[in-house]
């Protein structure tokens, strides 16, 4: 079957412009979660999503991130105004119901340049 | 701060050894943790758990040792294949608290199985 996809797979931008990032989950997937891998590092959690609404969204690193998933299955992250340190790989996940670990499926990810 | 740490960035082994990946933490309230192996380009994929009430998981070659008093895991891939040949992330969760099931993943070990 299908596995989570993400796009664009590259998406290269300016300083100070605005970018979405697009994530569809595994279908019928309750729970999403976005990670950001930077260069020599792992991922690092973002936000989580239980069905529409964001559960858990401690890890967003300023007021320049949001993520929508207003239908309970696509989710977009939107990021203003880019900056480089932005520059990373966004890692979408999903899982049937959030309550099992090691139930996170990946998508391989969009690859952000802000030059 | 690092909550998990690992802190060898490769790792090369003949194939057929053994390899052993080391993991260590610094949050008490960690309670599961897992491993994940990512190829170039692709997502990170699920590769074997273990809950803090266990000291050892085994799943065919890969086996997760777990050691909480010394907040230490590892990773022992015997025998080694080429195809083994990846980056690996230790992560942990605390789902014992009722947070969602987040994970917290370490820098990552690159390892090379030779031929």
């Known amino acids: 079957g299908a596995g989570v996809s993400q796009t664009p797979s590259n998406k290269v931008t300016e300083k100070g412009k605005y970018v979405e990032l697009r994530c569809d989950p595994i279908?019928?997937?309750?729970?999403l979660y976005w990670y950001r891998q930077s260069l020599g590092q792992g991922p690092e959690f973002l936000i989580y999503?239980?069905?529409?609404?964001?559960?858990?969204d401690s890890g967003l690193p300023n007021d320049r991130f949001f993520a929508v998933r207003p239908e309970g299955s696509v989710s977009t992250l939107k990021i203003q105004r880019t900056e480089r340190g932005d520059s990373a790989v966004y890692l979408c996940?999903?899982?049937?119901?959030?309550?099992?670990?090691?139930?996170?499926?990946f998508g391989p990810g969009t690859r952000l340049t802000v030059t | 701060d690092q909550q998990v740490k690992q802190n060898s960035p490769s790792l090369s082994v003949q194939e057929g050894r053994i390899s052993i990946l080391n993991c260590d933490y610094t949050?008490?309230?960690?309670?599961?943790f897992l491993w994940y192996k990512k190829y170039p380009a692709e997502g990170p994929t699920f590769l074997i758990s273990?809950?803090?009430?266990?000291d050892k998981n085994e799943d065919g070659r890969f086996t997760v040792f777990l050691n909480k008093s010394a907040k230490h895991l590892s990773l022992h891939i015997v025998p080694s294949q080429p195809g083994d040949s990846a980056v690996y992330f230790c992560?942990?969760?605390?789902?014992?608290?009722?947070?969602?099931?987040?994970?917290?993943f370490g820098k990552g070990i690159t390892l090379s199985v030779r031929p």
């Open positions: 949050n008490s309230m960690f309670d599961y």
């Open positions: 996940a999903s899982s049937f119901t959030g309550t099992r670990i090691d139930e996170q499926y």
């Open positions: 999503f239980q069905g529409t609404g964001a559960a858990d």
């Open positions: 279908s019928g997937h309750t729970a």
């Open positions: 992560a942990a969760s605390a789902r014992g608290t009722g947070a969602n099931s987040k994970l917290t």
């Open positions: 273990i809950s803090s009430i266990k």
